[in-house]
């Protein structure tokens, strides 16, 4: 389709071209930018779309490419150690389970990593809403999250309403603990402008941990791995299901099932009653297939 433009074309579209294009309302259009599911980028408070991106992701992914053997999506330190331990060779892009899942949905990624809160569960209607074709979403863990808070907090946090005037280092936009955060705010009547500054944002829940153990912030949305890990304090809130995204095709390769394969082993399971707040049974059960 892009091979259709003509050259002089512009290399960024506006929101009513997209609109469209797609042969749908501009309002749909700016519903797809906000849940990160279309290609675009924001410049001094206006959208526009890279036109390139836009088509490639109507044209959807070739499904006879070789996916790249890159495991995207959010961070998790046991399946970190995991990829790295298991010698599967895959390379790891964490930054958030929407920049995973629109890299798989673009072809970029043999699997992602995915916690996204919905009203009824995690991942499964967000993974079915994408139209996505041969791939499985598959169980990897339960995660205890919660706050991860400064030991100078002991006894004074009783839930994220009590953070109120606190630096809270926040995670960034489509990360799965950036949209968990955001709906508990809500819940207990509060926005981002509540809390105090804080420093830059954390990409991973490693980054999240460090920056309260170092004193740069009071507190962050954390699992308690990393609270045991920085010996900070911690105030369960929920219980969240990790899963991971697979392409059908890619799930046969070697790398994918080495690292299947070392995921079934005792050491895994060691690594995570180490680690704490993991709860293993999930891991493995398919979750939802394409139809």
């Known amino acids: 389709m892009a091979q259709d433009m003509q050259d002089d074309a512009p290399s960024y579209l506006t929101t009513r071209e997209v609109a469209d294009m797609l042969r ?6 700016y519903d797809l930018a906000a849940a990160g599911e279309i290609p675009h980028r924001r410049i001094t408070g206006k959208l526009l779309f890279p036109r390139d991106e836009i088509m490639a992701w109507i044209d959807g992914p070739d499904p006879a490419r070789d ?66 074709r041969d791939c499985v979403l598959i169980g990897w863990a ?17 839930g994220i309403g009590d953070l109120r005037g606190r630096r ?14 955001e709906r508990l705010l809500d819940g207990a009547g509060l926005t981002q402008d509540d809390l105090a500054p804080c420093g830059g944002l954390a990409r991973t829940e490693s980054d999240a941990a460090a920056a309260v153990a170092a004193g740069e912030a009071d507190a962050a949305l954390g699992i308690e791995a990393m609270a045991r890990r920085f010996h900070l ?35 895994l399971r060691e690594k995570a009653d180490a680690m704490g707040g993991y709860d293993l049974a999930p891991s493995g059960a398919v979750r939802w297939l394409t139809p």
């Open 24 to 29: 749908v309302k501009e309002r749909k259009v």
């Open 67 to 132: 996916r790249p053997a890159v495991l995207a999506g959010s961070h998790d330190p046991l399946l970190d150690w995991a990829v790295r331990e298991s010698g599967c060779g895959l390379a790891t892009l964490f930054d958030g389970s929407r920049d995973g899942l629109e890299r798989f949905a673009g072809g970029d990624a043999a699997l992602c990593g995915l916690h996204l809160p919905e009203p009824d569960g995690w991942n499964v209607q967000t993974v079915a809403a994408r139209g996505l």
């Open 142 to 158: 339960e995660r205890s999250r919660g706050l991860l808070l400064a030991p100078a907090l002991r006894g004074e946090i009783g």
């Open 168 to 181: 809270m280092v926040m995670r960034q936009p489509g990360a799965g603990a950036a949209a968990l955060c």
């Open 233 to 267: 304090e911690f105030l369960p809130l929920t219980r969240e299901c990790f899963d991971l995204l697979i392409d059908r095709r890619a799930y046969f390769t070697d790398p994918v099932q080495r690292l299947l394969a070392f995921c079934a082993t005792d050491a």
